[in-house]
């Protein structure tokens, strides 16, 4: 399988991709240091999807993480289960 995210060096911020076979688009939010589990330096890159989720990859991913950070309810406040 080919990787989904293949960077040599962190793209620009603001740098736009397809996740995967679906209309998602993913745009570059943040680039963070970070050191791997074999101690050597990488990058975690966060991106803003299209369908109101965060995902997160390094430079090379045959996928993304995601989690939602926007969570849409039309139900009245006072009818949430808390």
């Not at 050597?40 to 995902?55: F, K, N, V």
Request: a positive charge.
């Amino acid at each position: 399988m080919q990787n989904m995210i293949n960077f040599a060096a962190p793209p620009a911020l603001g740098t736009k991709i397809y996740k995967g076979d679906d209309e998602t688009v993913l745009t570059l939010q943040s680039v963070q240091p970070h050191i791997r589990a074999n101690g050597q330096p990488g990058h975690i890159l966060t991106w803003a999807g299209s369908d109101g989720r965060e995902y997160t990859s390094g430079l090379r991913s045959k996928s993304v993480g995601s989690k939602v950070t926007f969570f849409r309810c039309d139900l009245p406040q006072n009818q949430i289960a808390r």
